[in-house]
Protein backbone atom coordinates (compact mmCIF):
# COMPACT_ATOMS: atom_id res chain seq x y z
CA UNK A 1 0.00 0.00 0.00
CA UNK A 2 1.26 3.72 -0.78
CA UNK A 3 2.43 5.50 2.47
CA UNK A 4 4.50 8.01 4.11
CA UNK A 5 6.17 7.45 7.56
CA UNK A 6 8.06 10.01 9.95
CA UNK A 7 9.41 7.73 12.34
CA UNK A 8 9.81 10.91 14.55
CA UNK A 9 6.64 12.13 16.62
CA UNK A 10 8.55 14.61 18.60
CA UNK A 11 12.13 16.19 18.02
CA UNK A 12 13.90 18.57 20.69
CA UNK A 13 17.14 20.60 19.60
CA UNK A 14 19.04 23.89 20.72
CA UNK A 15 18.90 26.43 18.65
CA UNK A 16 21.67 27.18 16.36
CA UNK A 17 22.09 23.28 16.14
CA UNK A 18 21.34 21.32 12.91
CA UNK A 19 17.96 19.67 12.16
CA UNK A 20 17.55 16.69 9.89
CA UNK A 21 13.55 15.52 10.03
CA UNK A 22 13.27 11.99 8.82
CA UNK A 23 10.54 10.64 6.00
CA UNK A 24 10.32 7.41 4.22
CA UNK A 25 7.38 7.08 1.25
CA UNK A 26 5.98 3.90 -0.27
CA UNK A 27 5.18 4.16 -3.84
CA UNK A 28 5.68 1.82 -6.97
CA UNK A 29 7.23 4.74 -8.96
CA UNK A 30 8.85 8.09 -7.98
CA UNK A 31 6.41 10.22 -6.41
CA UNK A 32 6.06 14.03 -6.39
CA UNK A 33 7.07 14.68 -2.48
CA UNK A 34 6.93 17.94 -0.31
CA UNK A 35 7.80 18.91 2.86
CA UNK A 36 5.06 21.17 4.73
CA UNK A 37 4.65 23.33 8.15
CA UNK A 38 2.33 24.15 10.57
CA UNK A 39 2.76 26.53 12.95
CA UNK A 40 0.22 26.82 15.88
CA UNK A 41 -3.10 27.29 15.14
CA UNK A 42 -2.48 28.08 11.28
CA UNK A 43 -2.96 26.09 8.48
CA UNK A 44 -0.23 23.87 6.56
CA UNK A 45 2.06 26.06 4.71
CA UNK A 46 4.69 24.51 1.94
CA UNK A 47 8.66 24.73 2.74
CA UNK A 48 9.84 22.92 -0.86
CA UNK A 49 8.96 20.01 -3.34
CA UNK A 50 10.65 17.62 -5.30
CA UNK A 51 9.22 16.30 -8.58
CA UNK A 52 12.14 15.61 -10.59
CA UNK A 53 16.01 16.47 -11.03
CA UNK A 54 18.19 17.61 -9.19
CA UNK A 55 18.17 15.35 -6.25
CA UNK A 56 18.74 18.20 -3.60
CA UNK A 57 15.81 20.88 -3.36
CA UNK A 58 16.11 24.07 -1.37
CA UNK A 59 13.32 25.75 0.02
CA UNK A 60 11.74 28.77 2.00
CA UNK A 61 13.19 29.34 5.69
CA UNK A 62 17.18 27.85 4.80
CA UNK A 63 15.37 24.44 4.40
CA UNK A 64 16.71 21.61 1.97
CA UNK A 65 16.00 18.02 1.39
CA UNK A 66 17.41 14.95 -0.58
CA UNK A 67 15.55 12.87 -2.21
CA UNK A 68 17.04 9.57 -2.11
CA UNK A 69 15.42 6.94 -4.20
CA UNK A 70 18.13 3.52 -3.25
CA UNK A 71 16.45 4.28 0.80
CA UNK A 72 12.97 5.93 -0.67
CA UNK A 73 13.47 8.93 1.74
CA UNK A 74 13.52 12.77 1.43
CA UNK A 75 14.72 13.83 4.70
CA UNK A 76 14.43 17.54 5.15
CA UNK A 77 17.76 20.04 6.68
CA UNK A 78 18.61 22.66 8.04
CA UNK A 79 22.36 23.92 9.48
CA UNK A 80 21.48 26.15 11.97
CA UNK A 81 17.61 26.15 13.69
CA UNK A 82 15.89 29.31 14.64
CA UNK A 83 13.51 29.74 17.66
CA UNK A 84 10.89 30.44 15.03
CA UNK A 85 11.42 26.59 13.60
CA UNK A 86 9.50 25.54 16.37
CA UNK A 87 6.35 23.42 14.70
CA UNK A 88 5.11 20.44 13.48
CA UNK A 89 6.18 19.32 9.94
CA UNK A 90 4.65 17.33 7.72
CA UNK A 91 5.96 15.04 4.65
CA UNK A 92 3.71 14.44 1.69
CA UNK A 93 3.50 12.53 -1.37
CA UNK A 94 1.47 12.45 -4.65
CA UNK A 95 0.36 9.01 -6.17
CA UNK A 96 -3.28 9.94 -7.40
CA UNK A 97 -3.38 12.14 -4.09
CA UNK A 98 -1.87 13.76 -1.69
CA UNK A 99 -0.83 11.20 1.19
CA UNK A 100 0.64 13.17 4.44
CA UNK A 101 2.62 11.48 6.80
CA UNK A 102 1.40 11.46 10.85
CA UNK A 103 3.92 14.44 11.54
CA UNK A 104 6.85 15.26 13.58
CA UNK A 105 7.48 18.03 16.01
CA UNK A 106 9.83 20.81 16.34
CA UNK A 107 10.73 22.29 19.45
CA UNK A 108 13.59 24.64 19.89
CA UNK A 109 15.46 25.03 23.04
CA UNK A 110 17.05 28.71 23.60
CA UNK B 1 -5.84 37.55 -2.50
CA UNK B 2 -7.54 35.97 -0.11
CA UNK B 3 -6.53 32.17 -0.97
CA UNK B 4 -8.32 29.73 1.03
CA UNK B 5 -11.22 31.14 3.76
CA UNK B 6 -12.87 28.72 5.99
CA UNK B 7 -15.67 29.58 8.37
CA UNK B 8 -16.28 29.20 10.85
CA UNK B 9 -13.04 28.99 12.94
CA UNK B 10 -14.34 27.66 16.04
CA UNK B 11 -17.58 25.62 16.48
CA UNK B 12 -19.22 23.74 19.29
CA UNK B 13 -22.09 21.13 18.65
CA UNK B 14 -24.42 18.99 20.47
CA UNK B 15 -24.68 14.99 19.54
CA UNK B 16 -27.21 15.13 16.27
CA UNK B 17 -26.99 18.54 15.48
CA UNK B 18 -25.96 19.27 11.94
CA UNK B 19 -23.79 21.92 10.44
CA UNK B 20 -22.19 23.08 7.76
CA UNK B 21 -18.40 24.08 7.32
CA UNK B 22 -17.74 26.62 4.36
CA UNK B 23 -14.81 26.86 2.13
CA UNK B 24 -13.73 29.55 -0.78
CA UNK B 25 -10.96 29.74 -3.11
CA UNK B 26 -10.23 32.89 -5.01
CA UNK B 27 -7.00 31.06 -7.04
CA UNK B 28 -9.41 29.27 -9.68
CA UNK B 29 -8.59 25.93 -8.84
CA UNK B 30 -9.96 23.03 -9.76
CA UNK B 31 -8.72 20.52 -7.67
CA UNK B 32 -10.43 21.27 -3.52
CA UNK B 33 -10.07 18.64 -0.15
CA UNK B 34 -11.65 18.56 2.85
CA UNK B 35 -8.94 16.97 5.49
CA UNK B 36 -9.54 16.45 8.94
CA UNK B 37 -6.54 16.60 11.03
CA UNK B 38 -6.53 14.88 14.62
CA UNK B 39 -3.21 14.67 17.13
CA UNK B 40 -0.75 12.17 15.80
CA UNK B 41 -2.44 10.95 12.84
CA UNK B 42 -1.54 13.30 10.78
CA UNK B 43 -3.61 14.75 7.87
CA UNK B 44 -6.66 12.23 6.55
CA UNK B 45 -8.98 13.35 3.51
CA UNK B 46 -12.38 13.14 3.94
CA UNK B 47 -13.98 14.16 0.13
CA UNK B 48 -12.20 15.94 -2.67
CA UNK B 49 -13.68 16.85 -5.75
CA UNK B 50 -11.33 17.64 -9.06
CA UNK B 51 -13.89 20.67 -10.63
CA UNK B 52 -17.40 21.80 -10.27
CA UNK B 53 -20.31 19.08 -10.35
CA UNK B 54 -17.49 16.36 -9.19
CA UNK B 55 -16.95 14.73 -5.98
CA UNK B 56 -15.24 12.12 -4.78
CA UNK B 57 -14.83 10.31 -1.53
CA UNK B 58 -11.07 9.99 0.30
CA UNK B 59 -9.97 7.74 3.34
CA UNK B 60 -12.78 9.00 5.73
CA UNK B 61 -15.92 10.06 3.76
CA UNK B 62 -18.37 8.31 6.78
CA UNK B 63 -20.37 11.13 8.62
CA UNK B 64 -19.88 13.70 6.01
CA UNK B 65 -20.96 15.11 2.37
CA UNK B 66 -20.08 17.65 -0.08
CA UNK B 67 -20.95 19.52 -2.62
CA UNK B 68 -19.23 21.12 -5.54
CA UNK B 69 -22.04 23.69 -7.51
CA UNK B 70 -19.26 26.23 -8.37
CA UNK B 71 -15.06 26.26 -8.67
CA UNK B 72 -14.77 28.62 -5.95
CA UNK B 73 -17.01 26.91 -3.01
CA UNK B 74 -16.62 23.48 -1.24
CA UNK B 75 -18.51 23.09 1.74
CA UNK B 76 -18.15 19.86 3.97
CA UNK B 77 -21.95 19.25 6.11
CA UNK B 78 -21.89 17.38 8.76
CA UNK B 79 -25.25 15.69 8.92
CA UNK B 80 -25.58 14.20 12.75
CA UNK B 81 -22.79 15.12 14.58
CA UNK B 82 -21.00 12.62 16.30
CA UNK B 83 -18.40 13.31 19.12
CA UNK B 84 -15.80 11.20 16.77
CA UNK B 85 -16.09 14.08 14.67
CA UNK B 86 -14.15 16.23 17.19
CA UNK B 87 -11.40 17.11 15.15
CA UNK B 88 -9.85 20.07 13.04
CA UNK B 89 -10.62 20.40 9.22
CA UNK B 90 -8.82 22.06 7.24
CA UNK B 91 -10.06 22.64 3.58
CA UNK B 92 -7.27 22.81 0.49
CA UNK B 93 -6.79 23.34 -3.16
CA UNK B 94 -4.62 23.08 -5.90
CA UNK B 95 -4.45 23.98 -9.48
CA UNK B 96 -3.94 20.10 -9.78
CA UNK B 97 -2.21 17.06 -8.60
CA UNK B 98 0.45 16.76 -11.29
CA UNK B 99 0.71 20.46 -12.48
CA UNK B 100 2.67 22.30 -9.69
CA UNK B 101 1.08 19.99 -7.04
CA UNK B 102 1.51 22.17 -4.38
CA UNK B 103 -1.58 22.68 -1.97
CA UNK B 104 -2.67 25.80 -1.02
CA UNK B 105 -4.68 25.36 3.15
CA UNK B 106 -7.17 27.66 4.73
CA UNK B 107 -6.58 28.75 8.47
CA UNK B 108 -8.64 25.42 9.72
CA UNK B 109 -11.84 24.94 11.57
CA UNK B 110 -11.69 23.22 14.88
CA UNK B 111 -14.74 21.61 15.86
CA UNK B 112 -15.95 19.97 19.20
CA UNK B 113 -18.71 18.15 19.40
CA UNK B 114 -20.52 17.19 22.86
Same mark, same amino acid.
Given at each position: ????????????????? +?? !????????????????????????????? /??? +????????? /????? !?? /???? +?????? /????????????????????????????????? | ????????????????????????????? %????????????????????????????? @?????? %?? =????? @???????????????????????? =?? =???? @????? @?? =??????
Amino acid at each position: AQSVTQPDIHITVSEGA +SL !ELRCNYSYGATPYLFWYVQSPGQGLQLLL /KYF +SGDTLVQGI /KGFEA !EF /KRSQ +SSFNLR /KPSVHWSDAAEYFCAYTGNQFYFGTGTSLTVIP | NAGVTQTPKFRILKIGQSMTLQCAQDMNH %NYMYWYRQDPGMGLKLIYYSVGAGITDKG @EVPNGY %NV =SRSTT @EDFPLRLELAAPSQTSVYFCASSY =SV =SNTG @ELFFG @EG =SRLTVL
